[in-house]
Structures are given as C-alpha cells and as structure tokens.
C-alpha cells in the first residue's frame, strides 16, 4: 500500500508541475521600437546623487543625450538644480525637446531660487516645450496645496509653455 501512495504522489506532483509550466511558459518580449515618443530623463551615473547635490557633468548629460538622438523626440527631467538645467541646451543639437521639470519641496528659499531658473531657461529656450512645476508634492504631502498652486501660477504667469 505505501508503494502505491507514493506512485501516486510522484504521478501528481509531475502531473501538477507539467499543468504549471504548460501555463507559465515565457511570453517573447516585442520588439524594442526605433523611436519612442519621450523618456523620462535622469541623466545619473552609479557616484552621484541627486539629494546630496553630486550631479552629472555636462559631458555625461550630452552623452546620455548622443545615446537618445534619433530615438526620441523629448525628455522629461526633474530639476534644475544645477547642471540639470543645461538639459535643453545639451539636447537642442540632437533634435530632442524638453519637458522642463522644477524641483519643489519644504524649502521655500531652494524653491524660490528653483522656479526663478526654470522661467529662464524655459523663456531662453524655443526646445522647452512645456514645464513641469512640483511633480509629486501633493503626493509626498511636503507643501501645502495652497503653496503648490501659488507656485503654479507664478510659473504659469511666466512662461509661454
């Protein structure tokens, strides 16, 4: 009798894992696109960091850049902090627009100073297509609503994008 239960839990366990992998093959990954509409652009290498203030030189930005040209209509970036706000210049050579993206948190002064640089480089360049104003404040609960929305008018009043 136990040499029948076990040829029986043997034939269940193989029927069970055949019904599993039958079910569970890989699908094939589609084909990667030659050209994709925007990225999201967060040109950082593995020894830098965005909340200690090591940024990427201009040099790694525009290589990042060379790797997206003729790929990519547009970037996304998150920041102007810095050399991050050279991002649309850098990208201009290669035809790729910018959504301009600006950096807002608790600090008032960093914030001030933050929107001040992005209705510049937005205002000096045609490639900045549209501007992104505090991405996920509401989210993160770090400024109140209504500071965001004053930020937003401020910005809104000050660019053409």
């Known amino acids: 009798m136990r040499r029948s239960a076990f040829v029986i839990a043997v034939a ?3 029927l ?3 019904v599993w992998a ?8 589609p084909p990667w696109p030659d050209h994709i509409q925007g990225f999201s652009f967060s040109p950082f290498r593995a020894d830098e ?7 990427p030189s201009d040099a790694e930005i525009d290589a990042d850049l060379k790797l997206l040209a003729g790929k990519s209509d547009l970037v996304r970036s998150y920041s102007v902090e810095g050399t991050l706000g050279d991002i649309p210049r850098l990208a201009a050579p290669y035809g ?3 959504m301009l993206g600006g950096w807002v948190d608790n600090d008032r002064e960093k914030t001030a100073a933050e929107l001040a640089r992005l ?3 937005a205002r000096h360049n045609p490639d900045v297509k549209s501007v992104v104003v505090g991405n996920e404040v509401a989210l993160r609960g770090d400024v109140p609503l209504q500071d965001l929305i004053g930020y937003l008018k401020q910005v809104k009043a000050a660019v053409k994008q």
């Open 12 to 14: 269940m366990a193989a």
């Open 16 to 18: 069970t894992v055949s």
């Open 22 to 29: 039958l079910f569970n093959r890989p699908d094939r990954e």
């Open 96 to 98: 790729i627009k910018v």
């Open 119 to 121: 209705i510049d480089i």
């Open 49 to 55: 960091d965005v909340i200690a203030h090591i940024l």
